[in-house]
């Protein structure tokens, strides 16, 4: 107790807080100064209130670090029996044992194997499992695997994986061959897996008058997904170039649909 009371301790734990609500505070005390020379000053009042959405959004970045820190990482390196919810599909790739593919799961929770004792978490993680079955989204299962930590290296014309990791929440990975430690513990529901459902139909639409590779590089490139299925050289050609970027979803893509639906409308 007394190393938990000692004087170091505390002003840490303050100076933590203050850097925690600063940008909160901060917003706040604008508003209400905005709101004070709203009538004698209105172009002073504009500028506090940008500034305080400037503040906001400070707050909102440093909540998103706090969140991402206060994730399980400790559990790197423990063989645990993790149970979640499929988010998508990145990637397959041929192993000594066959087809495996790599999902992204919100984890859910997890119990270390030999202990019952259930702990719920966030957060997501990679899980990289036998190609068979296909879990589509939002499939709830669960599974025993050694948990590892996600290392990154420089890779210059990709995209950057951390900080794409960090925005996902995506702080560990897993690794099993073994289908029997798979459990499927709820079919595939909901408005998320309506809408995958939604765009496989919009791809078969698009085979019926497009080969197979531009079929799915159209569907990429207006709703994302089916990233595996690309032509690896395309993938090699956006990377050197430095394009890869064009393969997520942005405005760019928003208008690409539109002009699709208006196509198709027309």
Not at 56 to 65: C, D, K, N, T, V
Not at 70 to 81: I, T
Not at 187 to 205: A, I, K, N, S, V
Request: aromatic letters at 10%.
């Amino acid at each position: 107790m007394r190393g938990l009371l000692s004087p170091e301790r505390v002003v840490w734990e303050l100076r933590q807080l203050m850097c925690g609500s600063f940008p909160y505070i901060g917003g706040v005390m604008l508003c209400c100064i905005a709101a004070a020379m709203l009538r004698r000053y209105p172009q002073a009042a504009c500028i506090a209130v940008a500034a305080a959405f400037f503040f906001a959004g400070a707050g909102r970045l440093q909540l998103a670090a706090d969140t991402y820190e206060a994730l399980p990482h400790y559990v790197a390196g423990a063989d645990l029996q993790l149970q979640g919810v499929i988010k998508e599909q990145r990637n397959s790739f041929m192993s000594e044992k066959g087809e495996m593919t790599r999902y992204v799961m919100a984890l859910e929770g997890f119990s270390y194997v030999g202990d019952r004792k259930f702990r719920p978490a966030g957060g997501s993680m990679y899980i990289t499992i036998p190609a068979e079955p296909i879990y589509e989204p939002e499939t709830n299962i669960s599974l025993t695997a050694t948990v590892q930590p996600i290392r990154y290296y420089r890779n210059s014309g990709m995209y950057d994986a951390r900080h794409r990791d960090k925005e996902q929440s995506v702080f560990i990975k897993a690794y099993t061959e073994d289908r029997r430690s798979l459990r499927l513990l709820r079919e595939p529901q909901g408005w998320r897996h309506w809408l995958y459902r939604l765009r496989e139909t919009m791809t078969e639409r698009f085979l019926t008058i497009l080969s197979r590779d531009s079929a799915h590089i159209l569907s990429s490139l207006l709703f994302g997904g089916h990233y595996e299925e690309l032509p690896p050289d395309l993938i090699e050609s956006f990377s050197i170039t430095g394009l890869i970027h064009i393969l997520s979803v942005s405005g760019s893509h928003i208008a690409l649909l539109l002009a699709a639906v208006q196509l198709i409308g027309q």
